[in-house]
């Protein structure tokens, strides 16, 4: 099993900064890729960034293109979202993730990811 603690959450400005981290124990070995999702209330959660643990591969949703930076500390089973220039939209519940399969490459489905944070509440007032 592998278990995942996000923090780094809270209230930003319009245009503000926040950094997440996840941090990844357990049997750590297994993962190919850790993502983050989010869910906003009344709304069904959506990809926002993945990457492989190997080779460093990324993927973006498009609506955080340009905005946002997912990266990797392997040696401390850590993943981060640098989140910049963040719009209210951004609201949302951040959720990390953790995909064992290798065998679809980077994926943006939260139902192939087998492994989920309890979750970190980032609110952006305007």
């Known amino acids: 099993q592998v278990q995942l603690v996000e923090s780094g959450g809270g209230l930003v400005q319009a245009g503000g900064s926040l950094r997440l981290s996840c941090a990844a124990s357990?049997?750590?070995?297994?993962?190919?890729?850790m993502g983050w999702f989010r869910q906003a209330p009344g709304k069904e959660r959506e990809f926002v960034a993945a990457i492989s643990r190997s080779e460093g591969s990324t993927t973006y949703a498009d609506s955080v293109k340009g905005r946002f930076t997912i990266s990797i500390d392997n040696a401390k089973s850590t993943q981060y979202l640098q989140m910049n220039n963040l719009k209210p939209e951004d609201t949302a519940v951040y959720y990390c993730?953790?995909?064992?399969?290798?065998?679809?490459?980077?994926?943006?489905?939260?139902?192939?990811?087998?492994?989920w944070g309890q979750g970190t509440q980032v609110t952006v007032s305007s």
């Open positions: 357990g049997r750590t070995f297994i993962v190919y890729a």
């Open positions: 993730a953790a995909d064992r399969n290798a065998e679809l490459g980077l994926v943006r489905t939260h139902n192939e990811y087998e492994y």
